[in-house]
Nanobody, 126 residues
Framework: QVQLVESGGGLVQAGGSLRLSCAAS????????MGWFRQAPGKEREFVAS????????IYLDSMKGRFTISRDNAKNTVYLQVNDLEPEDTAVYYC???????????????????WGQGTQVTVAS
């Protein structure tokens, strides 16, 4: 397993933007598929987006397309989630997840990942 540390959360006004970061402690970051999930109070943890080891392929939950962008910098061992036009409904703890690449790339379920960060809180005020 790999250790993951999220950052970048906080309190933001509706309509604002945030970029979440997740730093991974591994020398073989490129060999990991990465994902972002979120969990709102009283709700199940839900998939947001995932990205292949090379960064060339991404998957999004349909409802997340447009406002959410996942990317990665393999030289910095970091994956990002850019969120624009934030809505109060986006309030949640955002989690980073990882798993060793398993082609073909299609990781999008919670059970697909075996390493998790502690999460970063995002609160959107109306």
């Amino acid at each position: 397993q790999v250790q993951l540390v999220e950052s970048g959360g906080g309190l933001v006004q509706a309509g604002g933007s945030l970029r979440l970061s997740c730093a991974a402690s591994t020398r073989t970051f490129r060999s990991y598929e990465m994902g972002w999930f979120r969990q709102a109070p009283g709700k199940e943890r839900e998939f947001v987006a995932s990205i292949s080891g090379s960064g060339g392929t991404t998957i999004y939950l349909d409802s997340m397309k447009g406002r959410f962008t996942i990317s990665r910098d393999n030289a910095k061992n970091t994956v990002y989630l850019q969120v624009n036009d934030l809505e109060p409904e986006d309030t949640a703890v955002y989690y980073c997840a990882a798993r060793v690449s398993l082609p073909p790339f299609r990781a999008r379920n919670r059970a697909d990942f075996n390493s998790w960060g502690q999460g970063t809180q995002v609160t959107v005020a109306s």
